[in-house]
């Protein structure tokens, strides 16, 4: 049985951090957040100890550690925004333990240089969430292209609408210095998979972005990638939205949907499962994806030019 710690335990991610902690056989000793409505711990690890303050919480830590305590922390677990990643993992490193952080990892590929120098300072490792590499539809999918001989690109459409109130963007994660906006947020885990599936990107055009929505073209080894991401619910699919769905999720390669809506639930699970085995992505499995965005971010939109996706259109 391992220890963990948590740093953002009031947020929407942490209750899977927390379920994927149990489900592993594991015990959440001490967790952070200074938002204090927390009570969904009481569902998982009733006993363990609380902090709003991030004074008290590393001096409990550091205790743990000095003291040897059976309680002495081997992972934190860091749910935190997302423009706090990268202090949250250092911290971690410096504790004493190994991390196990949200994506996106950091907002800027040079944030990953600092953080492999920490790593070889501590010797402790940082872990990532890459969840969709190990969903099942997206490994075969993987396998599929990898084993292919052929001399043309994939022709590739995604498209992620996933439905946020007018409560979003007067949260952190409507603030582009907080998030990394829309695409960071909603989208890194997304262009993780791209890279992981079809190989190197070699081009990077953005074609749209605002606050709620952004749109692309990305060119990789193996496929010719149309993205569109969103979080406004008036681009859900009318057929979508008569089912009652305020989420829409597809991809299309050669024009034929890649059925992976289900074997979402488990996902944290499986990425703890093959952390606590040795098997977790590191820093450097997430380089491209931070590349990616951090160019979507600062790129200047092309507008309808190109091959752009057709949801642009409305």
């Known amino acids: 049985m391992k220890n963990f710690a948590m740093i953002g335990a009031a947020g929407y991610i942490a209750p899977r951090h927390m379920q994927a902690i149990r489900e592993t056989n594991n015990k959440l000793v001490a967790a952070l957040d200074p938002n204090d409505s927390v009570g969904v711990i009481d569902s998982y690890f009733p006993n363990a100890d609380f902090f709003t303050e991030f004074e008290r919480f590393d001096r409990h830590l550091d205790k743990l ?16 925004p997302n423009y706090l990643h990268d202090s949250h993992m250092r911290f971690a490193l410096r504790s004493g333990a190994d991390a196990i952080c949200e994506k996106p990892l950091v ?19 940082i872990n990532t969430i890459l969840q969709l590499r190990v969903h099942p539809s997206i490994v075969a999918l993987r396998e599929k292209v990898m084993s292919e001989n052929r ?15 007018h409560w979003y963007l007067q949260s952190w994660k409507g603030d582009e210095k907080k998030s990394g906006g829309i695409a960071t947020n909603i ?15 070699q081009e990077n055009v953005v074609h749209h972005s605002d606050a709620t929505s952004a749109a692309g073209y990305l060119e990789y080894e193996k496929a010719r990638v149309r993205w569109f991401l969103s ?38 699970n499986r990425s703890y499962e093959e952390i606590l085995a040795g098997r977790g992505f590191g820093l450097e499995e997430n380089r491209v994806a931070i590349e990616t965005v951090s160019h979507i971010r600062n790129a200047s939109p092309v507008g309808l030019t190109g091959n752009y996706h057709p949801f642009l259109k409305a």
């Open 65 to 80: 550690k000095r003291s040897g305590h059976k309680d002495k922390v081997d992972y934190i677990s860091i749910c935190s």
């Open 107 to 125: 907002l800027n590929p040079w944030n990953i240089d600092g953080l492999l120098d920490i790593e070889k300072d501590t010797g402790n490792k």
């Open 151 to 165: 001399d043309t690109k994939h022709e590739v459409d995604l498209t992620y609408i996933t439905s946020r109130g």
């Open 187 to 201: 989208g890194v885990h997304f262009y993780d998979m791209l890279h992981f599936i079809f190989g190197d990107l």
């Open 231 to 268: 979080v406004d619910y008036k681009y859900v699919p009318q057929s979508a939205k008569e089912s009652g769905m305020r989420t829409y999720r597809s991809i299309t390669v050669d024009g034929e949907e890649i059925e992976f809506s289900g074997g979402f639930t488990d996902l944290h």
